[in-house]
């Protein structure tokens, strides 16, 4: 059976794109899952869309990345809580989140694509901030690895629902809803080596949606 | 070598067992790699600790969980974004971020145990719940699957930093420094099937720590 087909709850996932960008303009933060030596690895990395690809990155001294580059089988999961369905039991209660699941493998991008994904990763972090700093150097492209996996083997979860829960259950004394989370706030802090007179610019204050 | 040692900027990798915990408190998202048919998979579920064991539950007609109940070997990875580490380059910024990974196998638990550690997901994912609930039924109790994996195999990365500029930069026009992310709001929503006159119980307004 696909990898992309529910066994267990089948209405909540789906392969709907608009709920995938939606969850990746929510969260930055992916799972990597990859086998090595016969053994699951997962690890964490920032994952931002570049149209229909997946961009991760990081420095050339990472093993892991190094290895993901010689396109390995990968799995990528991306997830969101986006608070608690609070029933009328432990049982019917539940987790509101977004998650989707990928597989595929990574490709290095080279040249002129590099330098525009690593712009795309930067200014999804912080947007703007590609126009407030300087172009990297030829030294800072060469020792960073940016990989690109097309997003084309996926599916999405979304639970967002009300309780469920059984008629004794709703006569009986025990309250139900939904509690959820908002947009946390930021803090923005200057550096301690910041030289006077330089404002926050906007990009820092227009972070959001990284989790 | 072993998989919890680091080759890549060793200096952020501990297994400083107060930060495992301290990231435990912070979140309940945890992702979990198996190898399935050679391929790497990796599930989001909610993780919880119970002294040095990280719980994981779900339905017992989860093809997955039940998997993994037979005692594959799996990754569990769990990382919170604190914020973003903001340089005066793109090289040198930074998602400032708290990532653990633990390597190991599930159990099933069975009998008080098992009713012990539903408990306790309960609780930490809404405390003082429990006490507001009715006790779970034996129909529910057969249908959920409550696996433990021992905190024995795991490290956990921190970045926590300021910009490391070098001179030029520091120099320049850009500003540096951290946005942080506060604790995010919450919002109490009664059911619609919820029967006049009963209250927000002090469980719904505890949450916090769930990401």
Redesign the interface.
């Known amino acids: 059976m696909p990898?992309t087909e529910a066994?267990?709850l089948p209405e909540l996932m789906s392969h709907n794109r608009a709920d995938l960008d939606r969850l990746l303009a929510s969260?930055?933060?992916g799972?990597?899952?990859?086998?090595?030596d016969?053994?699951?690895?997962?690890?964490?990395t920032?994952v931002v869309r570049w149209d229909d690809q997946l961009l991760i990155h990081g420095?050339t001294?990472?093993?892991w990345l190094r290895a993901i580059a010689t396109g390995q089988?990968?799995?990528?999961?991306i997830?969101a809580?986006d608070?608690?369905l609070?029933a009328?039991?432990?049982?019917e209660?539940a987790?509101l989140?977004r998650?989707a699941?990928l597989?595929g493998t990574f490709t290095p991008l080279t040249g002129t694509d590099k330098e525009t994904a690593?712009?795309i990763?930067?200014d999804r972090?912080?947007p703007g901030?590609?126009a407030?700093?300087?172009r990297?150097?030829a030294r800072?492209l060469a020792?960073?690895l940016l990989l690109a996996m097309p997003i084309r083997q996926w599916s999405i979860r979304v639970l967002d629902d009300?309780?469920h829960?059984p008629a004794d259950?709703?006569?009986?004394?025990?309250?139900?809803?939904?509690?959820?989370?908002?947009?946390?706030?930021?803090?923005?802090?200057?550096?301690?080596?910041?030289?006077p007179g330089?404002?926050?610019?906007p990009?820092?204050?227009a972070?959001h949606g990284?989790?």
Chains 1, 2 share one sequence.
Not at 38 to 44: A, F, G, I, N
Not at 73 to 77: A, G, Y
Not at 198 to 201: A, D, E, G, L, S
């Open positions: 990898r066994t267990r969260t930055v933060l799972h990597v899952g990859f086998v090595d016969d053994h699951p690895v997962v690890l964490p920032a420095s001294g990472s093993r089988p990968v799995s990528v999961s997830a809580i608070g608690v609070i009328r039991s432990a049982f209660s987790l989140y998650s699941v597989f690593l712009d990763l930067t972090i912080a901030r590609v407030e700093l300087r990297p150097t800072e020792a960073t009300w309780p829960d259950d709703v006569a009986g004394p025990a309250w139900a809803g939904q509690v959820r989370l908002g947009t946390p706030p930021l803090t923005v802090l200057d550096a301690p080596d910041l030289r330089i404002p926050t610019p990009s820092a204050t972070i990284i989790r």
